[in-house]
């Protein structure tokens, strides 16, 4: 092995380009490759920007040229030489035009060969690259992601700034509170019997930061959540989190449409259209099926409840008797597409959602295949077709049921199973919009109460300030998702500042006067020395980069993710501990064996 | 209460001045205080900025002065109004020079009376302060630096991002390893048994990254330590964490002076001179007796083993004859301020830190006191004041020890007293330097064994590689702490890139083939694969803020720190937790009754 001795790199390999011809310089990375053709020794060298080509021929100082030979792949070099126009170029790399011809060259490590290829077309399985991670970090695909995030956090963070905000860290050994998921918690050993909690959220500590005056505050924190992981979910999780005082919830989606602009201009070079439509969450409900609807592509959902009152159809007119709904899809021009055995498949995506069937019909040019026509009347049938705008070729899909959410809720599901089975979605498009006036609270038949739908300190809207005791299915809050192609990139809510209206807050969602206290007793205190209207949101920063740079798991945009059972493969984290650890803590292991 | 209605911020309070006079704004904030006088009300309205005063006369409209007298302190309002200059200026507030003549007033929120008063010049007992920290975080001494802390940290970064530099994100659910101090635990619920540790700092990650080919790595980090508090320490605080590959120790230093470069002058408008002195460690500890020398004063030690050589007097002659050594400090000019008992308590100090005593010479104008001169010659004597340069005036103070490092120790801790207490101190200074070529390894009596002192993966001077084995105390480090006015501030190390090496260290360090595996195994396979030359360093940001805006705790800076028992008043962090949620992570609490 040798040192760097005097050399240092002038240059990164991937932003050497044609006009630079004729420069020395010093570039240094690792090996992807080495060949020798016909006495020419060819290497790649990569570095954190991209590869560059190094040759080495007769010409080269013999013992450079010796080095050369030696060179296998992950040897880690630095050298000299004089950039010169490749004569056979290339597309596949950034730098295709150029080569470095070398002069001087220093192998500062040797490497022993990589379980698997360290290339981008590769099929390796999870387990081993995990378990590498650092071999698959160096595969351009795996690291640019990595890079890319980087570079987003500054970007985010240097809007905030410039919009007069501070970034404050707030604690993350806190106190457990319920109202949430499942904390991560930390024995204290200075304290015993007692725990501190990891943080869902900064929540609590970003609402006093506005009742200590901060006015307005942003922070990319790091997050916990003890829940069984899914694709796009980690034990562990960056949320970019702001909160601002005396504004109104346009001010802050006007913010934030800002910072979108500007992420998506600077990093993608698209331009993002603002104002975001602001879509009342009934509309969403009804339109799409969804509290995240993916706008790229049409297949709404309509009401056709009208068209079925009076109907003989025993299942419709039984709902309908109940007060229910009648929704419908028409599968413009899918018939073709839709075989019977896909409308069964369908269905079954249906009654995942809770629906209890769904009614369909098949408008082929042979004609229709249908499971509830012949129960129709002639005119009922055509005020369907009218209502649907049916056409040969189409495909209708029903579902009824006494809960318009329930039945909306399913048809929203298969509407994205076709849309993504048939190829109905732009890849291309990036959809934006705010989900608003979401309601204020949902009924949990587990918890046999009224729940906050976002958490208790969302602010009623004020036209239903009257009803939040009376009448809580019906109330709405000023809360705000936003969404980006059918995912929700992030929400948030205006807060109550009235300790008055957290109080009957509280007492609508069933917590007793004690119960409160308990929870968030310092905080109900510290709304009552003044408390500026505020309101704020928070982003999943993973999800945003996943969405941005269009990978699949937000494993891809995290350096050292956790997997399924929660451990990370590399380090072998979580493990067993010394008896003197737990001892120190108070604290045992209750195994079963 | 009111809400904002139409009206929103124009202008910020601190950012006001008289060359907008004449000018309508919209403003908003809390009342610091508000007061009659004669039929005029003034009130002090404060935002994140700053104060401004806002005037209602009898030219007001009647509805806006009715409100106006309302005003308690802590009522959160929005105004408008025109600007104008002041009558009566004033410099207590930046903005004294004009005031804020009010048209339009809304009250967005009522405040009850405060536990205690929120202006910079109170009394209060910091347990009442820290309960209601949000309170506290009003007045402006405490606001202040937490957002002058959010400038540090943007240009910390911005400089970074310029200098090639990625931030990414490391785990904090990790594994625990040995050798340091005691990890903070996470039971993990998927896997029974296991725990994550939240990590002391990402010194295995920063190195992986390294591995990975990310080149240059950088993180505002948070970082954990079970330790029990002082002043400058949290369980929980903020770490400027950077490495960097294909570099030397010296580009580190060079870069990281530029950053300290960049701060002072953004935060300060401080010059600070570049380069930093390189003092290597043996320096630092002959001079100043401490690896962080405050060099703002004199008082330097000076080795006079050489006076003592074959004298009789017993102490000195004994620790000679074991191979030691005598150090002294010339207290110039202190000796009317260093009175017999003054030096009784200097000697307790040198006890404290490991010498077994202290001999003294005070020289005064009525002759000399001293502990030790009547045992010596005059040829002693005389050696010993010109080795001084002892006058009239002086008091000189010394330790003999078998061990140079404890003798210096001692005296460091002297120096340093005798400079607090006797204002030898310019606050105004900030001294720079480095702290270089570290012991490489540190022998624990506790342990039977040689310690890493930095950590095991210090890469050891080269012309000390063929000691490690065989005199592992003769053995320096490519180590360097940067210290600013005796406070380490940061530091870091060039890591081993050559896994034969690595070996060597475990092997050093007494650690076996399966210890050393189990601990760092994964890291140990990871050099294998081809390593860059690579080496960083870490700040405490808490403890570089606190320098910076001359704080005397980290807890100013820091919004909701912890205190002595590691609780944080506010929330009531840590608490107790329910059963359930410990049957979950098959844990018991084993308390004692």
Redesign the interface.
Known sequence: ?E??GSL??TN?CGEVTLAMAGQEMTV???IARARDKGGIIFADL???TGILQLVFDEDTPKDVFAKAESLKS???V?CRGKLRERAAKTDKIATGDVELYVSELRI?????T?PFELRDEINVNDDLRLRY???D??RPSM?EP??L??KI??II??YF?EN?F???????????TPEGA?????????????????PQSPQ??KQ??M??????YFQLA?C?R?E?LRADRQ??F?QVDEEM????ED?IMTLNEGLIKRLWKEMLNVDVETPFYRMPWDEAMGRFGSDKPDTRFGLEIQDVTEVFKGTEFKPFAAVLEAGGTIRAINAKGLADKLSRKNIDKLGEVAKTYGAKGLAYSRLTADGTSSSFEKFLTDAEKAALYAALNAETGDVLLLVSDTDWVKACTALGQVRLDIARKHGLIDPDKFNFLWVVDFPLFEYSEQEGRWMAMHHPFTLPKAEDLDKVESDPGACHAVAYDIVLNGVEMGGGSMRI??PALQDRMFHALGFTEEKARESFG?LMD?Y??????HGGMAYGLDRMVMLMLKKDSIRDV???P?VQ????P????????DEQ?L?????????KD
Chains 1, 2 share one sequence.
């Open positions: 092995m040192t760097l240092r790199r990164y240094c990375g690792s990569r570095d954190t992950e040897y880690v630095i500062l490590s040797e490497a022993q990589t991670r650092y071999l970090l160096r690291h990595i890079v995030r980087s956090m500054q963070r240097n700034c007069h501070t970034e404050i860290e707030t604690p993350t050994l806190i106190k457990s499942r904390d991560y918690l930390v024995p204290s050993r200075v304290q015993p019997g007692h725990f501190y909690a990891l609590l500590y006093i930061l009742l200590s005056g901060f006015d307005r790091h916990y003890d069984d034990p562990e960056t005082s005396f504004v109104s001010d500042n009235d310092f510290a009552k020395f003044g408390a500026p209207p995290i350096a050292f956790k059972n929660a451990g990370e590399m380090s072998g984290a979580p493990d067993v501990v650890q001892k120190d803590l108070s604290i045992a292991l209750t195994l």
